[in-house]
């Protein structure tokens, strides 16, 4: 895993590994940090934990703090300042990172070039523009030309692209929405039914997927699952279009949902 110079802002989430426990504090050594370490007082820690201190604080377990200092006398931290939402968020931030890394691991062992001067190519450049690596070899999965902007030689460039592709795959974009759907027509059922299996057929066509729930009349779910955010937003506005065709004399609101 690569590590950073210098030192984390306030307000950062860090994960920490535990070296050294005592009364009242605990060491953590800041796995991302270069010969770094953080201090977690007793009183940034929930009661519980305080309690439990040396059972919960074993050496080598980590966690995931918040920097609530940080200068040349040290770097404090906080456990109690920590959600579980950012937690859970931090934790799956730090292992794609692990994989972005070792991304440039294999390019260096694939292209016979030393990691030192690919890191400083690839790395560096993106940890100074977008603080992290991983979501821009995510993007690159969708959009090969986005490594133009680290002006590799095009070897490189295809290798690296080979090296993403294979450890990393698009994350799809989800949309759920509640359709009402009614017809006054004598056929009215029929219209909806082709207007949902038309609506299916044209997501399948669009490179998407579509499934469609009944809850109860005139209550529909649909969930609609796409490669590209942006496409699913558009298709789901040409899908209003299309079930009002379909409706004709009938109704149709679309939510969606949180």
């Known amino acids: 895993m690569y590590l950073r110079d210098g030192l984390p802002d306030v307000g950062d989430f860090v994960i920490g590994t535990v070296s050294r426990v005592s009364q009242h504090q605990i060491e953590l050594n800041l796995e991302e940090y270069k010969k770094l370490s953080g201090i977690l007082y007793t009183s940034e820690m929930h009661r519980k934990q305080v309690r439990t201190l040396r059972v919960l604080f074993k050496s080598g377990r980590k966690f995931v703090c918040k920097v609530i200092s940080a200068d040349k006398g040290g770097v404090e931290l906080s456990i109690r300042k920590v959600g579980e939402g950012q937690k859970r968020t931090k934790e799956e931030e730090f292992k794609n990172e692990k994989i972005a890394d070792e991304i ?12 030192d001067f690919l890191f400083n190519k690839i790395g560096i450049p993106l940890l100074k523009k977008y603080n992290l690596i991983y979501p821009f070899f995510e993007e690159v999965i969708r959009s090969k030309s986005l490594l133009k902007e680290l002006k590799l030689d095009k070897p490189t460039t295809d290798k690296l692209f080979d090296a993403i592709s294979a450890r990393i795959k698009p994350k799809n974009t989800i949309l759920k929405l509640n359709i009402l759907m009614e017809s006054t027509d004598s056929n009215g059922l029929k219209k909806i039914q082709k207007g949902i299996s038309d609506s299916v057929e044209f997501v399948k066509q669009e490179g ?18 796409h490669e590209n955010g942006k496409i699913a937003q558009k298709i789901v506005t040409s899908l209003e279009a299309r079930l009002i065709k379909h409706l004709k004399n009938g ?8």
Do not use: D
Request: no cysteine; hydrophobic share 30%; proline share 3%.
């Open 208 to 225: 998407g997927s579509l499934t469609v729930k009944y809850i109860g009349a005139p209550k529909y779910r649909f969930i609609l699952e």
């Open 104 to 115: 440039i691991s294999q390019l260096s062992k694939s292209t016979k070039k030393k990691y």
């Open 251 to 258: 109704s149709l609101t679309i939510k969606n949902m949180k």
